[in-house]
């Protein structure tokens, strides 16, 4: 016979172990299955544009008219290679994570049956390519006139997608309705897998972050010619005598902003000669523009007015 002390140490053994893959389970980071799905649709992207970089040389517009198809045909094939093969697309499989059956009964894991991992395809490249199709598939089904029964059914599985999405914020689970309709659920791989980040590595990049987003916000706002301009006018100094004469006059044979002979020589108030067309469109495109070559703020274009001497010799 049996001790009951070890029957209920076993009991309760067991019991940790399915509280602990439970838990596992459930602490399963929402961010970490959205990031997955983000790799997944990189990688698509990505193939994409290594097939296109291929006929780049041919006539364009050559995969226009079977791209729907093209992309079906590249979706199928990651399919078969990743999700077909171990139950996992590559972004779970660089997160660690992995698809489980919630159709079966057993607490431990089970992969996906071939049914589910189908239906997972099906639902996620079908639609995307009737809806890329629909307006050529409609005519020769002789529904033209269903435009808005097209538009209904387009707004109820958009707005089903957001109740889904809404759910999977709550729970956890399923962040796209294919996953809830097939009963596929990202779980750990490895349940004993550490996710370790330490603070210091996170305030790092908090700060990174918010510094380049301070950038981007900052420098639109700067005006490069401009502060360009000064700085150069501060470190080259300002010519003397003969020396500005004679850039002056250097200055009237080329335009500030095409570097070409000036066409329609204009000025904007400083000592710079621009073609009219240059300072005229530029001026259009940025209200405040100013001269690229010392900064001055530009006014209104104005003609300049050369002297030519022409110099005739006498005939002896």
Not at 175 to 194: C, H, M
Not at 199 to 225: C, D, S
Not at 264 to 278: D, E, I, N, S
Request: net charge positive; glycine share 8%; with cysteine.
């Amino acid at each position: 016979m049996s001790d009951p002390q070890e029957n209920y140490e076993v009991n309760i053994s067991h019991q940790y172990v399915c509280v602990n893959t439970s838990s596992k389970e459930s602490l399963l980071l929402r961010i970490s299955q959205l990031d997955a799905l983000e790799l997944d649709s990189a990688l698509e992207q990505l193939v994409w544009t290594q097939f296109s970089l291929c006929f780049q040389n041919c006539r364009p517009g050559l995969l226009t008219p079977l791209e729907p198809e093209l992309r079906l045909l590249l979706h199928l094939l990651l399919w078969r290679f990743t999700l077909y093969s171990n139950s996992a697309t590559v972004g779970q499989s660089l997160l660690s994570l992995r698809y489980h059956s919630k159709f079966s009964l057993s607490p431990r894991y089970r992969p996906l049956s071939p049914r589910q991992k189908l239906g997972l395809a099906v639902l996620t490249a079908g639609p995307r390519w009737l809806q890329e199709r629909s307006h050529s598939l409609l005519p020769c089904l002789g529904l033209s006139s269903q435009g808005s029964a097209l538009t209904l059914v387009s707004g109820i599985i958009k707005f089903t997608n957001l109740i889904n999405f809404l759910g999977f914020l709550r729970s956890g689970r399923h962040p796209i309705l294919a996953e809830r309709i097939t009963g596929a659920q990202a779980v750990f791989s490895k349940p004993n897998v550490a996710r370790d980040v330490t603070y210091q590595y996170m305030n790092r990049e908090l700060l990174w972050h918010g510094f380049a987003e301070f950038l981007i916000f900052l420098l639109p706002l700067v005006n490069t010619k401009k502060l360009k301009a000064t700085v150069l006018s501060v470190l080259g100094g300002k010519p003397a005598g003969g020396e500005g004469a004679r850039e002056g006059q250097e200055l009237w044979k080329e335009c500030g902003l095409c570097g070409e002979w000036p066409t329609m020589p204009h000025t904007v108030g400083c000592q710079h000669v621009f073609c009219y067309y240059c300072v005229k469109s530029h001026s259009i495109a940025d209200p405040y523009l100013t001269c690229p070559k010392c900064g001055a703020e530009a006014g209104n274009p104005r003609l300049v007015k050369m002297e030519v001497n022409v110099s005739l010799g006498q005939r002896g």
